[in-house]
């Protein structure tokens, strides 16, 4: 697998993390934060996937139609796309319209597209790759102790930038 491609799991990974530090707090807005870094990191991940298959796509397509495409090459369906069409759902509401998301929604978002992507990934990438599950598999980043996830993700980072360099 092509480096930048990999670069794009570890930034999908990092963003995951902060959506998760924003998912978490207690107001309004860090969960409104949450799903557009979601939103996001869901996408980078979507185009380094394309990418990894050598999918050519449009660069102004719609969100959803990353399924269609994987599948068109043979590749299985998402385990939980609906998941995926809630965030877009709740993203498009937030981002178009100003509706502020319903925490609750939120989390069970935040945990049910973080699954999807767990078990859809290793689906489409090679998944023996240590890079790889070091960037999609383990803990998101944020999920425990501040201090601890910090030195975590630097760590892991620190690690992942010396193998792309």
């Not at 998912?23 to 949450?34: K, S, T």
């Not at 557009?36 to 397509?61: C, F, G, S, T």
């Not at 992507?117 to 383990?138: A, E, G, R, T």
Request: aromatic fraction near 6%; charge should be positive.
């Amino acid at each position: 697998m092509h480096r930048d491609i990999y670069r794009r799991f570890v930034n999908a990974k990092y963003i995951l993390g902060r959506a998760s530090i924003a998912q978490r707090e207690n107001n309004e807005m860090g969960q409104a934060i949450a799903v557009l870094l979601l939103h996001d990191a869901v996408e980078i991940l979507m185009i380094a996937i394309l990418d990894h298959l050598n999918i050519n796509a449009k660069k102004n397509r719609e969100f959803m139609a990353f399924w269609t495409l994987v599948k068109q090459d043979g590749h299985p369906d998402a385990p939980d796309k609906a998941a995926m069409e809630s965030l877009n759902t709740i993203r498009v509401g937030l981002k178009h319209k100003a509706i502020i998301p319903n925490s609750r929604d939120v989390r069970d978002l935040f945990t049910r597209t973080q699954d999807s992507l767990k078990m859809y990934s290793p689906s489409i990438v090679d998944s023996h790759s240590p890079i790889f599950h070091s960037s999609i598999s383990s803990p998101i980043p944020g999920s425990g102790d501040t201090v601890q996830s910090a030195r975590e993700v630097l760590a892991g980072v620190t690690k992942i930038t010396q193998w792309l360099t």
